[in-house]
């Protein structure tokens, strides 16, 4: 008799956690679906820092591509093997040059500014 009663108390107490698991599971969802925003008002974004956001983007953006294109550019002149390919690479690099000195500064000014 004691058997039997620890049987349908451990299937009672799983029947249990079912049910709490998918009420749990029903109230995530209804919690999800609650929208965050006040009704009737729309966010205002102000143009000035929307439009200071951008240039900054532009500036990393422009810093990281000739990052990216000098590493590239001095990886092909360290694995070049021909003095020609070596002074191919090497020029393209001294071209390169002004322009990446000039993105970097601009990217290190940006640094020092706080939003």
Sequence with gaps: MQDNFSVR???????????YNASAAKVQEQEDD???EIPGET???DKTVQA???KQDKIIKDYQRLKDLMQTELDMYKSFESPEN???AKNRLKKLTPEFQ???KAYEKL???KI
């Design 9 to 19: 108390n451990w299937k009672n107490k799983t029947i249990h956690k079912e049910e």
């Design 34 to 36: 609650i929208e965050l």
């Design 43 to 45: 966010p205002t974004v």
């Design 52 to 54: 200071k956001a951008s």
């Design 86 to 88: 070596k002074e191919l």
């Design 102 to 104: 000039a993105a970097k």
């Design 111 to 113: 640094k020092g500014v």
